[in-house]
């Protein structure tokens, strides 16, 4: 059984400095006021609420608002699960509240709620601790370079935070030996393989090993050997340079996973990789955004992560995506109960972030990865064997067919969410 207290879900993130590709901006809300405590009927846009107030509660020296605490406490626990399931920043609310910033004057059930919710995060966390010690003495005694890329390479580092799954980089030729010693460990792979990575390897009670022999844009551990630094205390485990890092955490939010640019995870997340990059290292990074085909995307989400660091925190450029990922998850859930499901829930999401002008990438997404998971074991795999182009045609269908409900689900949202957007935060 896999490590797994909650159900996961992706924020979502806009590829301009909006937030949203296609919605007239608003007026970024105020970080303060004075205006009567308020509830939006809806439980998405009482999420949305109370994603203001964490912003406010993690990224300004003063707080929230009177106004805006006030009403962030009475939304309703569902809210509050939903901003927590899609927004994984429990850890870091319940350090600052207990530190002394409203934890007593929250209603029980969400006290509740965050330290479930914080307690799954940490869990994964030293779960992912304890497998890159035992990948350490492995890659030690081997004497392989192990590259911990993303989440794992600052939990590695000391930091607590969210992990869906631990990815390292190897080089090419030893990914059968790490995979073969995995499998000495008790992994199993399950799920499907890419060209640049093995099926997720999967262990009872640990959260699972993604292994890259390259990144999605083709670079290799040879690309990035020159700036790895050392873990400290895992022989064997290196991270990425800062440049390196911060490149690859913004290229997976606005391009692998564009639905989660806005989430305060990765914003943490990315907070945590401009701590501990040098100013010329970040300089690098700044400098070659305008080359990047999501630079303007990039560039809002560091303002913001860098603005919770400095507790600077103004205005939130990604709010008009987010409420719509809170709604399309609140909605539509029930119909990601399986894998195929849950994936079909993702590409809405990013055809939310994207704008809908940008249908033909989400469609070619759907025609690959979730389209061998339905399949498999089923009459298109029967037909592969005996009617290759019948099997072909089949899965055009399918492809059609799936994209069709993303597009509705989209749709709806998106008016869904231009009807329903609350007004100025208390």
């Not at 590259?147 to 990914?175: N, P, Q, S, W, Y």
């Not at 009670?205 to 790895?228: C, K, Q, T, W, Y």
């Not at 701590?275 to 300089?283: G, L, V, Y």
Request: with cysteine.
């Amino acid at each position: 059984m896999k490590v797994s207290a909650a159900p996961h879900a992706s924020g979502a993130a806009a590829p301009g400095a909006t937030g949203y590709a296609g919605t007239t901006p608003r007026s970024p809300s105020p970080t303060s006021g004075d205006a009567t405590p308020w509830r939006p009927r809806t439980i998405p846009a009482q999420a949305l609420l109370v994603r203001r107030w964490a912003l406010q509660l993690l990224g300004t020296t003063t707080g929230p608002s009177a106004a805006l605490r006030a009403a962030a406490f009475r939304c309703d626990p569902a809210a509050w699960d939903l901003f927590l399931r899609i927004e994984r920043c429990a850890i870091a609310l319940q350090r600052r509240l207990e530190a002394g910033d409203g934890w007593g004057e929250l209603p029980g059930a969400v006290q509740s709620l965050i330290r479930s919710y914080a307690g799954d995060e940490l869990m994964r966390a030293l779960s992912a601790k304890a497998q890159l010690r035992q990948l350490s003495r492995i890659a030690a005694r081997e004497g392989w370079m192990v590259l911990v890329l993303k989440g794992g390479a600052a939990v590695a580092t000391g930091e607590f935070i969210h992990l869906g799954d631990l990815d390292i980089l190897v080089e090419d030729e030893r990914i059968g030996e790490v995979e073969a010693a995995l499998a000495g460990l008790g992994y199993v792979a399950q799920g499907d393989a890419t060209s640049y990575h093995l099926a997720p390897q999967v262990q009872a009670n640990a959260i699972e090993i993604e292994v890259h022999r390259a990144l999605p844009d083709g670079s290799g551990l040879a690309d990035f050997r020159a700036a790895a630094r050392p873990i400290e205390g895992e022989p064997g485990l290196w991270r990425q340079g800062g440049a390196d890092h911060i490149r690859l955490l913004l290229r997976h939010a606005t391009g692998s996973h564009p639905e989660r640019a806005g989430r305060l995870r990765e914003l943490l997340l990315l907070g945590h990789a401009l701590r501990t990059a040098t100013p010329d290292e970040i300089a690098e990074v700044e400098a070659g955004l305008a080359a990047e085909p999501r630079g303007e995307t990039m560039r809002a989400i560091i303002g913001l992560a860098r603005a919770l660091n400095d507790r600077s925190y103004a205005a939130d450029p990604f709010e008009p995506l987010a409420l719509r990922v809170y709604i399309l998850f609140y909605r539509f859930l029930r119909l990601g109960d399986g894998r195929f499901g849950l994936q079909l829930l993702v590409r809405a999401a990013q055809l939310l972030a994207n704008g809908f002008g940008a249908w033909r990438a989400v469609y070619a997404k759907i025609a690959s990865s979730p389209m061998r998971t339905v399949s498999r074991h089923t009459v298109l795999d029967w037909l592969d064997r005996r009617a290759r182009p019948l099997a072909a045609l089949g899965r055009r269908l399918l492809a059609s067919l799936s994209f069709g409900a993303v597009l509705a689900c989209a749709v709806v949202v998106d008016a869904t969410a231009r009807l329903t957007a609350p007004r100025r935060t208390p």
